[in-house]
Nanobody
């Protein structure tokens, strides 16, 4: 059973925009903060944005002012609007819970974001 399904990635030029979506299954979503993570080749997965169940968002410094996380609790979906993309944003992007050990045991397949210079 698919628990997390990410979509919306692609190839864009620097300065471009993408909107990622993550559809989550089960009751875990509505009761937890959700986050967007990314993993670049040769690097560890990092949390770049998180949003509480009530809608309070936090960001890592490298994406502040460029990325916006949002969620639709009725659709069990979390979004990441990415603007002013940079080549260093190139990574596979994943979603899962945030603010502690992840609650979804299985990560989704992720969605590839590639930003060309």
């Amino acid at each position: 059973q698919v628990q997390l399904l990410e979509s919306g990635g692609g190839l864009v030029q620097a300065g471009g925009s993408l909107r990622l979506s993550c559809a989550a299954s089960g009751s875990i979503f509505s009761n937890n903060a959700m986050g967007w993570y990314r993993q670049a080749p040769g690097k560890q997965r990092e949390l770049v944005a998180a949003i509480t169940s009530g809608g309070t968002a936090t960001y890592v410094d490298s994406v502040k002012g460029r990325f916006t996380i949002s969620r639709d609790n009725a659709k069990n979906t979390v979004y990441l609007q990415m603007n002013s993309l940079k080549p260093e944003d190139t990574a596979v992007y994943y979603c899962n819970t945030a603010g502690g050990p992840v609650r979804y045991d299985s990560w989704g397949q992720g969605t590839q974001v590639t930003v060309s210079s």
